[in-house]
Nanobody, 126 residues
Framework: QVHLVDSGGGTVQAGGSLRLSCGTS?????????LGWLRQPLGKERDVVAA????????YYVDAVKGRFTISRDDAEGTVYLQMNNLKPEDTARYYC??????????????????WGRGSQVTVSS
């Protein structure tokens, strides 16, 4: 059975950087529409912050992270990364990688994602 494995969280000071990784165990990325990074601050809803369309590598970002977060993909490693720079305290959340079915067209809704990693905590101190 294939599982998403996300990692790379930690605690940094404001202005610092972290890189999150999303890979698989038990198989490879297969038959998906988008791979997204979502985050859920404590007590709040889970929201998409960035995504990549698997077929053509197009990337998408919400305004709050544009210019600071970057998705990249290494097919040889079977890993998708989220590079997070200039982190702010409001970026503090548990971050998840997740995928949508191949027919899904809405990358921006958390409800589009049906396959999830366990998440990785990111804490940004001021």
């Amino acid at each position: 059975q294939v599982h998403l494995v996300d990692s790379g969280g930690g605690t940094v000071q404001a202005g610092g950087s972290l890189r999150l990784s999303c890979g698989t165990s038990g198989g490879t990325f297969n038959s998906l529409g988008y791979l997204g990074w979502l985050r859920q601050p404590l007590g709040k809803e889970r929201d998409v912050v960035a995504a990549t369309r698997w077929s053509d590598r197009t990337t998408y970002y919400v305004d709050a992270v544009k210019g600071r977060f970057t998705i990249s993909r290494d097919d040889a490693e079977g890993t998708v990364y989220l590079q997070m720079n200039n982190l702010k305290p409001e970026d503090t959340a548990r971050y998840y990688c997740a995928t949508t079915p191949p027919y899904e067209s809405d990358w921006s809704s958390a409800e589009s994602y049906d396959f999830w990693g366990r998440g990785s905590q990111v804490t940004v101190s001021s």
